[in-house]
């Protein structure tokens, strides 16, 4: 029959946030015991005290599963790679649009040392480009409508392991380091392997030391 203990230490591994947390000492025990008190109630079938919660969260030892999963993909990420002079674009969508996106792609081939990141939502486009795309862009996209136009972006992006898809809370890790060292994201833009952050300029040289002390 399962216990208070081992629901309790199932509820923290379940939760990379509150792992983390945990670990680090930040978590009143009181409060926390008070906020599982239902969630263990209702899984046990029967009533259970905030005491009871609360040693056994003194007592957890956090069974690493999780953790070691998620501090070993942090640990692979070795390759950063940083671009430059980027800038943002973001258009409504139209069918016009979605066909002009191929002239661009053609632009990009022909262009040496071009970078080009295209992100398709359901309501608009938002189109990363190096300045010197630019004015190809504007010519083929001068008659869409064009909602955002910033210049002076920089991107990091960072070469995740294959295991990574799998592996809860590695880009809130990713952020959470970011946004407690005052780095503004601009945007970001993800593929399977690849997580790719969007910068003002001026705070990439943050950013890059930040994201270098990962692992």
Excluded: C
């Amino acid at each position: 029959m399962i216990t208070v203990p081992q629901l309790v230490e199932e509820i923290i591994n379940s939760s990379p946030i509150l792992s983390e947390n945990f670990e680090e000492g930040l978590i009143n025990y009181s409060s926390l015991a008070r906020k599982l008190q239902p969630e263990i109630e209702e899984k046990l079938y029967k009533k259970v005290t905030v005491g009871s919660i609360v040693m056994a969260l003194k007592r957890l030892r956090i069974e690493a599963t999780g953790d070691n999963k998620l501090s070993m993909a942090l640990s692979k990420i070795t390759d950063l790679s940083l671009r430059s002079n980027l800038v943002a674009l973001t258009f409504g969508n139209s069918t016009s649009l979605f066909e002009n996106q191929s002239q661009l792609l053609t632009a990009a081939s022909k262009t040496p040392n071009s970078f080009l990141t295209i992100s398709n939502g359901i309501y608009e486009t938002s189109i990363f480009i190096s300045r010197n795309l630019l004015e190809q862009a504007d010519e083929i996209f001068k008659n869409e409508a064009n909602k955002l136009r910033v210049e002076g972006l920089s991107s990091i992006t960072l070469i995740l392991p294959n295991e990574a898809i799998n592996t809860p809370g590695i880009h809130y890790s990713v952020f959470k380091k970011l946004f407690s060292s005052g780095v503004n994201v601009f945007d970001t833009v993800t593929s399977f392997t690849e997580l790719t952050i969007f910068l003002r300029s001026e705070e990439t040289g943050k950013a890059f030391g930040v994201l270098k002390k990962l692992a």
